[in-house]
């Protein structure tokens, strides 16, 4: 299968999600070094241009607002001059919380894939599913468990050596 810029040639319309994943990834890892939860978040156009990206930085820019999700679709729409975003696709590590899916049902992201379920805040699926209410004006179509466990083992490894370095 011919690939070009993480889109399948053959089928232009359909994106490889384990590439976008793994470049959500590379995000992630970029924030665990800078001692942030490593969380990354792509966002690409119909065509498989990236539009944004970016990694957890609320510690580092003092911001409570400050997740992946957040940083980049201010970039995209930054690079697209525009708050509205339709046809886009977010790729995320960690399935967003209640505030990024917010930022997403108003930016008109049209498909969400996240890697790693979250069950205390995860607003796509596990607490609950924001994507599909029936009285918002907006609906987004989600894919989960793209590339889940490594996403998941990254999370992990991050809190697991958060607590051993405050155990002693």
Do not use: W
């Amino acid at each position: 299968m011919a690939k070009s810029n993480g889109v399948n040639r053959e089928n232009a319309a359909k994106p490889d999600h384990d590439y976008f994943m793994g470049l959500a990834l590379r995000e992630a890892r970029r924030g665990y070094m800078q001692l942030e939860v490593p969380v990354g978040a792509v966002i690409i156009d119909g065509h498989g241009t990236m539009l944004g990206k970016a990694c957890n930085s609320p510690i580092r820019m003092h911001d409570p607002t400050a997740h992946a999700e957040i940083l980049a679709l201010r970039q995209a729409s930054r690079k697209l001059k525009n708050y509205r975003l339709p046809g886009t696709i977010l790729y995320v590590t960690l399935e967003p919380c209640a505030m990024c899916l917010g930022a997403m049902l108003l930016a008109r992201i049209e498909q969400l894939v996240f890697g790693a379920a979250d069950p205390k805040s995860g607003a796509a699926k596990s607490v609950v599913d924001l994507t599909n209410v029936s009285g918002f004006n907006h609906y987004i179509e989600v894919v989960d468990g793209v590339r889940a466990d490594e996403c998941a083992d990254l999370l992990r490894r991050f809190f697991k050596e958060r607590r051993d370095k405050n155990r002693t």
